[in-house]
């Protein structure tokens, strides 16, 4: 069955420094997407960026980025230059599909806190 | 604007009442889902739908039920079989086939605690 661990519970930043959110995966499928989504105080899950595995360039979403490293089955997030309003939960997910059906696997995720 | 309404934003449910978390959607989707979260933990999959009427449990499906009707909604009841109800409840819908970097895109999630 496929996993998804995030080791970091929390996870606190000077505002403007980068930080790197931990992210491995398990999965015997050779194709594979994994997302991460962040989740403010308030609830909303809001998706940040995809990498596929096929994707031979890790994938950029202004300031967030994927480290994917898919030898190590690792695909950290960094978020560059960060912003007060960058404090919340993350979390990394991978697709799964089954018997035609597409589902996510979700991890337990990250608390972010930026400091000023 | 095309989203997910979520409604209502907190719910009380007492003793052995059934109660109905509602979903609709008009980013004209075809899959739709129900998660779980937990305090200070991840999203468990309820239920999910890739069509109007037809839908399959998910990991955690005990003591829930769902319905799908129409192609925009997809409510879910929490049974008064599902003993530790208290979560945070987030509906989420996505399109089926095409690209695999579809992602999906979720409701505000409704407040659900016990009486």
């Known amino acids: 069955a496929q996993k998804i661990t995030q080791t970091q519970p929390g996870m606190f930043v000077q505002e403007k420094e980068a930080v790197t959110l931990d992210c491995t995966y398990d999965t015997s499928d050779q194709s594979y997407g994994l997302f991460w989504y962040k989740q403010p105080s308030s609830g909303e899950m809001i998706f940040l960026i995809y990498?596929?595995?096929?994707?031979?360039q890790n994938a950029t979403e202004g300031r967030y980025s994927l480290n994917f490293q898919k030898a190590r089955k690792s695909a950290n997030l960094v978020i560059s230059a960060s912003q007060l309003g960058d404090s919340a939960m993350y979390f990394c997910?991978?697709?799964?599909?089954?018997?035609?059906?597409?589902?996510?696997?979700f991890g337990a995720g990250t608390r972010l806190a930026v400091h000023p | 604007d095309g989203g997910i309404t979520q409604s209502p934003k907190y719910l009380f449910r007492k003793e052995g009442q059934n109660v109905t978390l509602s979903c609709e959607q008009n980013?004209?989707?075809?899959?739709m889902y129900w998660y779980r979260q937990d305090p200070g933990q991840g999203l468990r999959l309820i239920y999910y739908s890739q069509i109007v009427n037809d839908f399959q449990k998910g990991d955690i499906a005990e003591g829930y039920s769902v319905s799908r009707e129409k192609k925009e909604s997809f409510p879910l009841t929490v049974t008064s079989a599902q003993k530790n109800p208290t979560a945070f409840y987030l509906c989420?819908?996505?399109?089926?086939?095409?690209?695999?970097?579809?992602?999906?895109?979720f409701g505000d999630g409704t407040r659900l605690s016990i009486l």
């Open positions: 980013l004209n989707h075809d899959a």
């Open positions: 990498q596929g595995s096929y994707d031979e």
């Open positions: 997910a991978m697709r799964e599909v089954s018997g035609g059906y597409n589902k996510l696997i």
């Open positions: 989420a819908s996505s399109r089926v086939g095409g690209a695999l970097n579809q992602p999906q895109h």
